[in-house]
Each structure stands twice: as structure tokens, then as C-alpha cells.
């Protein structure tokens, strides 16, 4: 601790050096300053600052009371000790109002030393309070933010700067008038509900309400308010509002933008699947002129490809996110092509789809279908013969560790076991192997009881094009 500075006014001598001698058991070092007159006392508080002051209460020319009122006024924040022989209750009473800090009694000068220590932590508390008060107090008035604080009646005690730079309003014209003039009619109901909310003890989340502005427009803020309490009884509500305008604005601004692309996207994946059904329209017409089973066999499975893409882009735009499809629903819709295309009675051939609602991106679901068109047509054109109860089933799940597993199966007369699946030389089983190294997959077959094909893959990554 630092050298404590006492100034002491005292006109008894001997009374002065026993109280000099009883500071000197302090467990603090200290500078001793005696006067015994007002001048030299005024002088004293003029020229030096002191850490504590102790007063006589009754001097020959000068008295007690006297000399705290001068304290006071020019060292406010110095504990004033009275020590005196004389000192009558209502007396003490009276110099604690007017700012005395205590008093000890000439006779039990043993109090003088507690008395002075609990002035001095006193002193430094104050001190570190008003520093901490002046600390936040510049925060407050640094803040981008508006931040009040408001009666259980709902009208601003105070405000920080930033409500003038914000509002155009002025601060100190608002202090004693309602919230609820700045707020916007449509908000009124949520701003009140949650004030009261606030003051009934009830955590407050942020919320958005509109405000006033001088110019007449209305700011958007982002509102948070939570209680002050005065014990267990909160007496004022503490605001922050944050000025989210701009926000709003630019979030406004990028959902347009999403809007707008995403009814760009919606345009593409509609004329991409118009121009393929251009495509197997005139497939279908030269199909219709040809009379070579063989050429119009390639038509059908060259049509059955472009509508297995059509189909694909067709689930694209009329999806709600526009990112991904459900598996379950393209694959039933294709099929019902298929059967039309290939000229199949729907009820002659069992059809059914086993899966969870499993949705593909664009990158993924492309390959995917066309592997699904190309083992579904195989089966639709070449399993079923002589078979009673045809029946084929997709079963399409996703694993714990996020692969994907395709399978496909038909009980059939099974695949000829005379052909090299992996290097086969038909179109078909060729654009199945290219699709599966496309996906990065694993396919195997099985032709023990009819044709089973069973693909594991991982959906794609999404990869950047110029």
C-alpha cells in the first residue's frame, strides 16, 4: 500500500500526538499533516490531495460541522473521520447526514485504526466502482448499438448516442415517454407481449421489431431485453437493439436473386426435357415407318434412353429444392414408360419398388437412372419367356456409411451364362459397365434363380464447370 496521506485538525497538541501515536501501530506507512485553524485547514485541502481527513468536533475558533462542509466541497470523495472528546448522538446522527464518513470518541482511541481501515477499502471500492461505471458508461456510449433502459411502465430512462445516430431522434426528449410511440402498429402486439414477458422473469429471445424514425421511415432492429433487478424485484427492463436494415435488405436481396435462378433452372431442366421428348417423338415416328424388327429394336432402346433423361430433367424442375430426386417415384414413372414403349400389359408383369425416401443429385441420379432403364428393359424384353407370374423388383437402401445399394432382380430364365457380363458386346450391357465406373461403383450379377444385379456406389461430388 502506498504512503497514506492524514491531514488532521486539531488545536489540542497533546491530543494530537496521541492520535499520532496511536497511528503509529498502522500496519501502513502514512504522512501526518496537523492544522488547528480554518485557514490552514482550507489551505490543506487547496494544495494536496489526502487519503483521509480526522476533525476535533469543537474548536476554539472554528467547529466540526464547519469544517466537513468544506471538505466535502472541495475533496468529495475523502473519508471524513470525526475524533473527538464530545460528541452527542444526535450530533453523530447529523455530521453522518451532512457526510461524515464516522467518529471515534477521544476515549477509545482503540477504534480509530478499524475505523480507518474501513474507511479506506470503502474508498477504494467507490473508486473502482465509479472507475468501472465510467468504463462501461463509455462502452455504452461507444456502442453501434441503441441500448435504453425502461421503466415496468414502459418509458425509457435512458438512452446511449447511438439512438440519436440511428432514429434522428433526440435522446434526452425521450427520456419519461413510452417505447411504444416508436414502434411500428404491426409490430405493437409482439413488442408489448414480450416486454411483459420480460418483467414477469421469462428469458427474452431476440425478436424483430420496426421503429420510428425522425424522417418518418421505419429501421428494422434486432431487439434483445432482459431485466435489471433491485433485489428480487426487477425495476427496470435493459434494451439492446441492433439496427438490421441493411440486413434485411441484402437477405432480401438474395432470395430474389435464389428466386430468380432457381426459375432459371426451372426454365432449363423444362426445355432440356421438352427438346428430349422432341427427340422420342421422332424416334417413336421412325420407328412406326420401318419394318425391320431389328432397326426398330434399336429405336425402342435408343427412345427408351432418351426418356429415361427426360424423366430425370422432368423430376429436376418440378422438385422443391431443385437439387435432388426421390429414386422411388422416377424409377415407377420410367418403368410405366418402359412398358408402354416396349408395348408390355402393365398388369402382365409384376413391378414393385422396395426403398426408403432416398433422394440423388443431378450428378448422381443421371447415371443411376440410365442403369435402372437399361436392366429394366433387359428384363422387360428378354427374361420372360415362358415364365407364368413375371415379377420385378427394385430394391434401392442406403447404408450406415452413406453408400448407396441398388438392387434389381427378376425371376426370370436368367442370364446366359455363355456371356462375359464385364466385357460383354452388346450396347446395353457395355452402357451399364461405363455408367457404373461413372458412379465409381461395384455391380455384380447373379443368374442363379432368374437375374439379379446388385450395385454399390457413393453419390458424387459435384464437380466445377467452366
Not at 339 to 365: C, H, P, R, W
Request: glycine share 4%.
Amino acid at each position: 500500500m502506498d504512503t497514506i496521506k492524514i491531514l488532521h485538525l486539531e488545536d489540542d497538541s497533546n491530543d494530537a500526538e496521541l492520535i499520532c501515536t496511536t497511528m503509529n501501530e498502522a500496519l501502513f506507512s502514512f504522512d501526518y499533516k496537523c492544522v488547528e485553524n480554518e485557514k490552514d485547514f482550507i489551505k490543506c485541502l487547496l494544495s494536496a490531495k489526502y487519503d483521509i481527513i480526522l476533525s476535533d468536533y469543537s474548536l476554539p475558533t472554528y467547529d466540526g460541522l464547519s469544517a466537513l462542509g468544506k471538505s466535502v466541497a472541495i475533496q468529495p470523495d475523502t473519508p471524513f473521520i470525526f475524533v473527538s472528546g464530545t460528541l452527542g448522538e444526535d450530533v453523530a446522527v447529523e455530521s453522518l447526514k451532512q457526510g461524515a464518513t464516522d467518529y471515534v470518541l477521544k476515549n477509545k482511541l482503540t477504534r480509530l485504526l478499524p475505523t480507518i481501515y474501513r474507511a479506506l477499502e470503502e474508498t477504494s471500492q467507490k473508486e473502482k466502482r465509479k472507475k468501472a461505471e465510467e468504463r462501461y458508461g463509455t462502452l455504452i456510449e461507444s456502442a453501434r448499438d441503441i441500448i435504453s433502459t425502461i421503466t415496468v411502465d414502459g418509458k425509457f430512462t435512458s438512452l446511449n448516442s447511438a439512438f440519436e445516430e440511428i432514429t434522428g431522434w433526440s435522446a434526452k426528449k425521450w427520456i419519461g415517454i413510452e417505447f411504444k410511440r416508436l414502434v411500428h402498429p404491426d409490430d405493437m402486439a409482439k413488442a408489448e407481449q414480450n416486454f411483459r414477458n420480460t418483467f414477469d422473469g421469462n428469458i427474452s429471445k431476440p425478436n424483430e421489431v420496426r421503429f420510428l424514425c425522425k424522417n418518418g421511415e421505419y429501421f428494422t432492429g434486432e431487439v434483445l431485453i432482459t431485466p435489471l433487478y433491485t433485489g428480487d424485484k426487477i425495476n427496470e427492463i435493459l434494451g439492446l437493439v441492433r439496427d438490421i436494415t441493411e440486413r434485411k435488405k441484402s437477405e432480401e436481396s438474395i432470395r430474389n436473386s435464389l428466386r430468380e435462378k432457381e426459375t432459371l433452372l426451372k426454365e432449363i431442366h423444362h426445355r432440356v426435357k421438352n427438346n428430349l421428348q422432341i427427340i422420342s417423338s421422332l424416334l417413336q415416328l421412325q420407328t412406326n415407318k420401318l419394318s425391320d424388327p431389328f432397326i426398330t429394336d434399336i429405336l425402342k432402346d435408343l427412345r427408351t434412353r432418351v426418356i429415361a433423361m427426360t424423366i430425370i430433367h422432368k423430376q429436376f424442375y418440378q422438385s422443391e429444392f431443385l437439387s435432388r430426386i426421390d429414386i422411388k417415384n422416377y424409377a415407377e414413372q420410367l418403368t410405366q414408360q418402359l412398358f408402354y414403349i416396349y408395348g408390355i400389359n402393365q398388369d402382365s408383369i409384376s413391378f414393385s419398388v422396395i426403398s426408403d425416401k432416398i433422394e440423388l443429385d443431378m450428378e448422381t441420379a443421371l447415371p443411376c437412372g440410365l442403369i435402372i432403364n437399361e436392366i429394366i428393359s433387359n428384363s422387360i424384353k428378354h427374361a420372360f419367356k415362358g415364365i407364368i407370374k413375371p415379377e420385378i423388383i427394385l430394391d434401392f437402401k442406403k447404408t450406415e456409411d452413406d453408400r448407396y445399394v441398388l438392387n434389381i432382380k427378376d425371376n426370370g430364365i436368367g442370364f446366359n451364362n455363355a456371356v462375359n457380363f464385364k466385357n460383354a458386346e452388346s450396347m446395353g450391357l457395355q452402357l451399364i459397365n461405363t455408367l457404373v465406373n461413372q458412379l465409381d461403383g461395384q455391380i455384380r450379377l447373379n443368374s442363379e434363380n432368374g437375374t439379379e444385379y446388385t450395385l454399390t456406389f457413393s453419390s458424387l461430388n459435384y464437380k466445377k464447370r467452366l
